[in-house]
């Protein structure tokens, strides 16, 4: 992959992490806020991502910066048990992780010495479900229930950027309306835009910058740094795996660091810079461990749920909630629902 890519996709992780950290932006917080006081502050924080990541990517499908059919999410078939079963269990081990896999590197960057287990165990749990002792049962389950979509490219044009228009009126009344204060107001709908745009950017990087149509190995197309031959944007679950299995198997040359393995380092310093930088930072007191054996457990079990769900579900809560969902694909929807199902199950119980 071309040097200044690596450098842009560090420079959109660090951004990343800075918004992060300004917005307190966290799928799991956002859940927990709704389940535990009625707030939706974080809700709309993601409904604005997400309805501006849909205008942004309809717009790179209608003008061809982008091939749709490269896509990831872009298959006729969608497998809609696994989206519902991979969501819900991904959901629960979100909240007993106290966290996302993005989370996770945002806070071992803060000095969350937590995420110092959870990250090798979501990409353990990750490999063991893609081609593991768990990779049959993901097959079967992939192929249990399937929907088909007739033609899938009615979502590839105007339709799309019309129901994108739709989401961000949606969004923009739901916030001006429930909004407590006029600077909460626009601090959600700029952070949300921000993040948005960023799944914007990866899409464009990822799917123009670095596609050649003619690859001098294969000589096929290929989308340089991508782990395949589709299009990647901002997902955490499989880069996980990848970069691990670049740590381990890095002297064959056939392991590189990927578009979003770069991602997942990139957030990691990002987020570590930017609280060293900031003036709330104290280095003395911020480190974290567990606390007690019930701790540890959580961790220990949410961080292969999910893992594993996010493999079922083809994605977690950023890879189908913000990149799959942008696309509009029926089975990022079907996931979404199913995060939030497991998160509600298990919140009870905490």
């Known amino acids: 992959m071309p040097f200044y890519i690596y450098l842009l996709i560090m420079f959109l992780a660090v951004f990343w992490a800075y918004i992060i950290h300004k917005s307190r ?15 939706v502050n974080r809700l709309q924080l993601i409904a604005v991502s997400m309805s501006t990541s849909v205008i942004g990517t309809q717009l790179l499908i ?5 091939n749709k059919e490269h896509l990831p999410y872009t298959t006729h078939n969608i497998p809609i048990f696994s989206h519902l079963l991979g969501g819900i269990i991904f959901g629960i ?20 010495l937590k995420s110092l287990l959870s990250i090798p165990l979501i990409a353990v749990s990750t490999q063991i479900a893609i081609s593991g002792s768990l990779s049959n049962l993901r097959l079967y389950i992939n192929n249990l229930i399937t929907i088909s979509y007739p033609d899938i490219n009615i979502y590839y044009n105007l339709s799309g950027m019309t129901i994108g228009i739709l989401l961000v009126i949606f969004s923009l009344m739901w916030v001006i309306k429930t909004s407590a204060s006029k600077s909460i107001m ?8 921000a993040i948005g745009l960023i799944v914007v950017a990866m899409w464009y990087i990822c799917g123009n910058l670095a596609f050649v149509p003619e690859n001098e190995i294969t000589l096929d197309y290929a989308y340089l740094g991508n782990s395949s031959r589709n299009i990647q944007s901002l997902s955490m679950i499989l880069p996980y795996a990848y970069l691990f299995d670049w740590l381990m198997y890095s002297s064959d040359s056939m392991r590189v660091l990927n578009a979003n393995t770069m991602l997942i380092i990139g957030l990691i310093l990002g987020s570590f810079m930017i609280y060293i930088l900031s003036k709330k930072s104290n280095a003395n007191s911020n480190l974290q461990f567990f606390k007690t054996p019930k701790d540890f457990i959580q961790y220990f079990f949410g961080s292969i749920f999910m893992g594993i769900g ?5 994605g977690c809560s950023i890879g189908q909630g913000l990149s799959g969902f942008s696309t509009l694909n029926l089975g990022s929807l079907v996931s979404i629902i199913g995060m939030y199902i497991g998160a509600k199950i298990i919140y009870k119980h905490l």
Do not use: W
């Open 310 to 314: 996010g493999v079922f579900a083809l």
């Open 93 to 112: 081990g979100m909240m007993l992780a106290s966290g996302c896999p993005t989370q996770q590197c945002i806070n071992l960057g803060k000095g969350n």
């Open 62 to 66: 209608y003008f061809n910066l982008i």
């Open 25 to 39: 932006f966290c799928t799991m917080g956002a859940v927990s806020d709704y389940l535990a006081f009625g707030g």
């Open 186 to 193: 626009l601090s959600i709908l700029k952070y949300g835009s």
